[in-house]
C-alpha cells in the first residue's frame, strides 16, 4: 500500500481463480482493493490518526492521515476527501558476493569468489497521499461516481560501500569450494547518494445502473506513473595496498571468515587514491487508458435459473524509459580532500565486520554538486549506455468476455470465455561502438488468445464450502525485456551485467487447476487448504 492510503480501504477482494470478467494477466490469481464511498457512513465522517517512534536502526518515524467525508443534496450525493503522510529512517547491512567457476593449478575447479561487496546504508523514505470521490445517486437504480488519487514516494539514500575484487587477483593452490585465499585482489571504498521519486496519478468515471431486468456498468479510466531518479551518484577510491586475502564459508556461510577484517589493511585510509566519479539520471514515464462497459441480466438455461453477463473491454498503455550516464576518471576530476578526510566519526560497522568509518555526508553531496559542471559533460558522457538504455513501448489490449452463473441448488456454476486481441510495439534506439551511428531499433507484434473457465463452488452447510476451478491466463513480457536494445544494468555490482532485449519473446500461458475446501469458524475465523 505505498500508493494508496489504508484509512481509505473499504474491504479488499482476493481472487484465487479468475472468472471471465476480470483481466487475463493475473496467473496467480487477483487483488481489487475497494476504496471507501462517503455513503459508507451514512452521513458527516471525520477521522484521523497521528503517530511517531523511534528506532534504534534509524532514527524517528513520523505518520498521520485524515479522513472526511459528507452526504449532500437531500442525501444523493456524496463527497470523500483523504490525504496521508508517513515518513521513516532506516540503516540496513547488506552483503552481496559473486561467484564463477574458476580453473585451478592442478586441473580441475572450483567455486571462488569474484568480488564482496559490504555496503552500509541510511535511509530516508516518505510518502504522502491525497485521494477523492464524488458519488451521485438520484434514485436507487442509478450511481455516477468520480474518483481521483495523487501519490507520491520520495527515497533519499546514502550507501557507503567497501569491495573487495577477488577477481582482479589470483587464486592460489589448494582452494575449495567453500574456502580459498588471493593473491594481489583489490580494494575500493565508494560513497553514493540516491534519489528516486515516484508518482502515480489515477482518475477514473463511471457509473451503474438498473433498467427493467438489465444492470449496465462502464467506467473510464486514466493513470500516469513518473519513476525519477534525479541522483543516483558515486565517489570511488582504490587502495595501492593490495595484500593476500582468504575467505572461509565452511563454518558459517552466512558470517564467512575473511581475513581482511583481522589484518585491516582496508583500514589504512591513507592509502586510498581517487579512481572516478559517475552521475546517472533516468526519467520513466508510464501512462495508461482504459474503457470498459458490462450488461447483466437473469435468464435461465434448460430450466436452471442463471445470470448472463458480457462485456468489453480496452486497455492501453505507453511508457517511455530516458536515462543518462556520465564516468570521469580525470586526475582533475579529485576532490581536494583525501578519503581520510571524508571520513566522518560514525563507525561503519555490517554484521560485526569493521569497515571503519562513514564517510561524511555533507562533503559528499557538496563534491558531487560542484563536480556537476565538470564532470557531467560531453566528454564523460557514457553515450552507448545513455543511448541504449532508452526505449518505448506502446500496449493495446481488447477484451471480450460472455459468461454464465447457473444455480443446481446449494452447488453454484461460473463457466465463460474471454477472449484479448494483444498489439505491442516497441522502439530503442540501437548504438554502434565502431561507428558512433545510432540507428531505430523496431519491433512490433500482435496476438489473440483465448481464455475459458469454469468455476465451481459447493455449500454442504453455512460453515462449510467446497470450491474448484479450472481457468487460463497469460503472463505478458515486461516492456523493457521485448524492445530489440542490450543495456548494462544496474546490479549494484563492479562487474557489469547486460540486459538483451528479445522482440520474439513470447507470452507465458498457464492452465490453473484450483481445489478448495473452506471451513468458518464461530465467531470469527477461517480454515482453508
Given at each position: 500500500l505505498d500508493t494508496i492510503p489504508s484509512d481509505i480501504v473499504s474491504q479488499i477482494e482476493v481472487s484465487k481463480s479468475l472468472s471471465p470478467e476480470q483481466d487475463a494477466d493475473s496467473i496467480a490469481g487477483a487483488i481489487n482493493i475497494v476504496t471507501q464511498s462517503p455513503f459508507d457512513s451514512g452521513g458527516r465522517k471525520l477521522s484521523g490518526m497521528a503517530g511517531a517512534s523511534h528506532n534504534d536502526y534509524g532514527g524517528n518515524d513520523l505518520r498521520g492521515n485524515l479522513l472526511l467525508s459528507d452526504i449532500f443534496n437531500d442525501g444523493k450525493l456524496g463527497a470523500l476527501v483523504s490525504a496521508s503522510y508517513s515518513e521513516t529512517d532506516r540503516q540496513v547491512d547488506n552483503v552481496e558476493s559473486v561467484w564463477q567457476r574458476t580453473n585451478i593449478t592442478g586441473g580441475g575447479e572450483v567455486l571462488s569468489l569474484l568480488e564482496s561487496l559490504f555496503k552500509d546504508y541510511n535511509t530516508n523514505r516518505k510518502r504522502m497521499?491525497?485521494?477523492?470521490?464524488?458519488?451521485?445517486?438520484?434514485?436507487?437504480?442509478d450511481r455516477v461516481y468520480v474518483r481521483s488519487s495523487y501519490a507520491k514516494f520520495l527515497d533519499d539514500e546514502i550507501r557507503n560501500r567497501l569491495g573487495i575484487l577477488w577477481e582482479e587477483g589470483t587464486l592460489e593452490a589448494g582452494a575449495t569450494d567453500f574456502s580459498g585465499t588471493f593473491d594481489r585482489p583489490r580494494i575500493e571504498k565508494q560513497i553514493r547518494h540516491r534519489k528516486s521519486r515516484n508518482q502515480l496519478s489515477t482518475i477514473t468515471v463511471g457509473g451503474e445502473h438498473e433498467r427493467d431486468e438489465f444492470t449496465f456498468d462502464y467506467a473510464a479510466a486514466y493513470s500516469l506513473g513518473e519513476q525519477d531518479y534525479p541522483h543516483r551518484d558515486e565517489i570511488l577510491w582504490r587502495s595501492s595496498l593490495r595484500p593476500d586475502?582468504?575467505?572461509?564459508?565452511?563454518?558459517?556461510?552466512?558470517?564467512?571468515?575473511?581475513?581482511?577484517?583481522?589484518?585491516?589493511?582496508?583500514?589504512?585510509?591513507?592509502?586510498?587514491?581517487?579512481?572516478?566519479?559517475?552521475?546517472?539520471?533516468?526519467?520513466?514515464?508510464e501512462e495508461e487508458f482504459s474503457l470498459a462497459g458490462n450488461i447483466e441480466r437473469p435468464g435461465s438455461i434448460a430450466g436452471v435459473p442463471a445470470i448472463w453477463k458480457f462485456g468489453m473491454k480496452w486497455r492501453g498503455k505507453d511508457k517511455n524509459a530516458d536515462e543518462e550516464r556520465w564516468r570521469d576518471r580525470a586526475a582533475g576530476a579529485a576532490p581536494s580532500d583525501a578519503l581520510v578526510d571524508f571520513l566522518s566519526d560514525e563507525p561503519s560497522v555490517n554484521y560485526n565486520y569493521d569497515l571503519g568509518f562513514k564517510l561524511n555526508e555533507d562533503m559528499a553531496k557538496a563534491y558531487l554538486a560542484s563536480a556537476t559542471a565538470t564532470s557531467r559533460i560531453d566528454a564523460t558522457r557514457r553515450l552507448s549506455q545513455s543511448v541504449t538504455a532508452d526505449y518505448e513501448v506502446t500496449e493495446d489490449i481488447y477484451a471480450t468476455y460472455g459468461q454464465a452463473t447457473l444455480e443446481f441448488g446449494d452447488t453454484e456454476v461460473l463457466v465463460g470465455l474471454r477472449v484479448e486481441n494483444t498489439r505491442v510495439q516497441g522502439f530503442a534506439p540501437e548504438f554502434n561502438e565502431d561507428t558512433g551511428e545510432v540507428t531505430e531499433g523496431l519491433s512490433s507484434k500482435r496476438y489473440m488468445d483465448f481464455f475459458p473457465g469454469i468455476n465451481i463452488?459447493?455449500?454442504?452447510?453455512?460453515?462449510?464450502?467446497?470450491?474448484?476451478?479450472?481457468?487460463?491466463?497469460?503472463?505478458?513480457?515486461?516492456?523493457?525485456d521485448i524492445v530489440p536494445r542490450i543495456v548494462e544494468s544496474d546490479t549494484g555490482s563492479l562487474r557489469p551485467v547486460y540486459e538483451l532485449g528479445n522482440p520474439e519473446l513470447k507470452p507465458a500461458m498457464s492452465t490453473n487447476l484450483d481445489l478448495g475446501l473452506e471451513y468458518y469458524l464461530e465467531p470469527l475465523g477461517l480454515l482453508s487448504g
Open positions: 497521499a491525497i485521494t477523492g470521490t464524488l458519488d451521485y445517486r438520484p434514485t436507487d437504480l586475502i582468504s575467505y572461509d564459508f565452511s563454518q558459517d556461510p552466512e558470517l564467512p571468515v575473511i581475513s581482511l577484517f583481522q589484518t585491516g589493511e582496508h583500514l589504512q585510509f591513507n592509502s586510498y587514491a581517487f579512481r572516478e566519479n559517475t552521475f546517472r539520471n533516468n526519467i520513466t514515464d463452488r459447493h455449500t454442504y452447510s453455512d460453515q462449510l464450502i467446497a470450491r474448484a476451478a479450472l481457468t487460463r491466463a497469460i503472463s505478458r513480457p515486461n516492456f523493457r
